[in-house]
């Protein structure tokens, strides 16, 4: 079988919706080809009946102001929900109502700003000041939440990409607030697929592209949909693929990729996490020592396999996440559910004290291997060491016929989100639409 469009976008996740809803507003044609049998790419909500709230086990949260986000929501007439609360780390043998972690790190890495040169994470905070009696605090939180709200190693992390998307004082920037969509992203991915010109916009499941051949007149696509061979011919193409699946050559290029791109690409490193969701009978925190946890939303203790849990605040339900990035989310890889679950319990367990037993009041436990996943490869992307311009790089146009989206290449200030993911993809519509209307002319 072979279609023809005018741009064909490879991922229906939020960067490849975003594209076609900016291709379908302008009048152009578009075809979405999706690997697999759902839209949403590393956005998965579970919806099932017995949770009094959906989980979302890719991308949850919108980070700072995001107008993208919050204008699609509108659009879709959703709210988003302020999860605002107490956040509690655990030092000196309890957990503490402390300074907030976030707060801390932006402290640190605005020190990283002023580096004449790009090193580690690893490095930079060993060359801190250990006079200081702060240091080995600062070290503490700022490992673990590279870690984790980056899925980043520090030992390969840049510290510059990464103390630009932490720098402080900034309204919109990723740390400022941290909101959800009420229901989970589905609904809000649901609306823009439905919102798409029918007439001109498809987005097709369960194919799997597998090369994308430029020539004089624009390029093909071959993919396989349910086993059967499909050929696109688009004047443009947009790749929304994430980091690993490029780098593991899942798609083939002809010409091959320029130099310049293939670099981008080893300069990006593809961060892992585990995330559990995990349902119970009842809230059973809210009532450990006397009600002290009852408005906490973060619980951190840095030395557990899971780091960080969080709630559904302002939501009130017998739900927790648990999450671990980085090299922690690494120990943990090859693990089976039951396995990872247990870890989740005993660390819960340390957190909040034996007066509960976790176990026993737990229901059910959900959960999504990224890592595994052949489509994704990694939760999101991070920075390499000297890498600080790689995703610019990542998504700069081949040719005026071939663009690149996701959020791997949104700006450090929402990279690694799906804001960062949907402004890509609404920019790289803009170029690919301005590029096929100019041959136009």
Known sequence: MELQTDVAVL??????????????????????????????????????????????????????????????????????????????????????????????????MTRARALPEDVSVDAFLRGLPDSDPNTARERRYTRM??????????????????????????????????????????????????????????????????????????????????????????????????VGVLQANALRFTPELPAAKCDALRSLIMGPVVKLGLRFRRAFWEDAQGGRYRDGSFFHRAEAAFPTFWNMLPLRAPQLIAWAGGPKADALAGRDRAALVACALDDLRALFGSDVDPAVELEAAYAHDWQDDPYAR????????????????????????????????????????VAGALLSGERAAREALSAVRSRER
């Open 145 to 242: 939440l590279v870690e984790g709200f980056d899925a980043a190693d520090p030992r390969r992390a840049g510290v510059r990409a990464l103390a630009d998307e932490w720098a402080p004082g900034d309204d919109d920037s990723q740390t400022s607030a941290q909101f959800r969509p009420l229901g989970g992203y589905a609904r809000l991915l649901r609306s823009m697929v439905g919102a798409l010109d029918p007439q001109r916009a498809h987005v097709r499941l369960s194919t799997v592209a597998e090369h994308v051949r430029r020539d004089a007149d624009g390029l093909v696509i071959d993919a396989l949909a349910r086993g059967v061979e499909l050929r696109v011919r688009a004047r443009a193409a947009i790749v929304t693929l994430p």
């Open 378 to 417: 990694g939760a999101y992307s991070y920075v390499a060491v000297g890498g600080a311009d790689a995703r610019a790089r990542l998504a700069a146009p081949v040719d005026a016929t071939l663009f690149f989206a996701g959020e791997a290449t949104a700006p450090a200030d929402a990279a690694g989100t």
């Open 11 to 108: 991922g229906a996740g939020a960067a490849g919706l975003a594209a076609a809803r900016v291709l379908s507003q302008a009048g152009a044609s578009a075809i979405v080809l999706e690997a697999r049998d759902r839209i949403g790419g590393r956005i998965l909500t579970r919806e099932d009946a017995g949770l009094a709230i959906p989980f979302d086990l890719g991308g949850e949260f919108i980070h700072g102001a995001a107008p993208v986000t919050f204008d699609l929501l509108r659009a879709a007439n959703m709210v988003a929900i302020d999860t605002a609360g107490a956040a509690f780390a655990y030092e000196d043998g309890a957990l503490r109502d402390r300074d907030d972690p976030f707060e801390i790190v932006a402290g640190v």
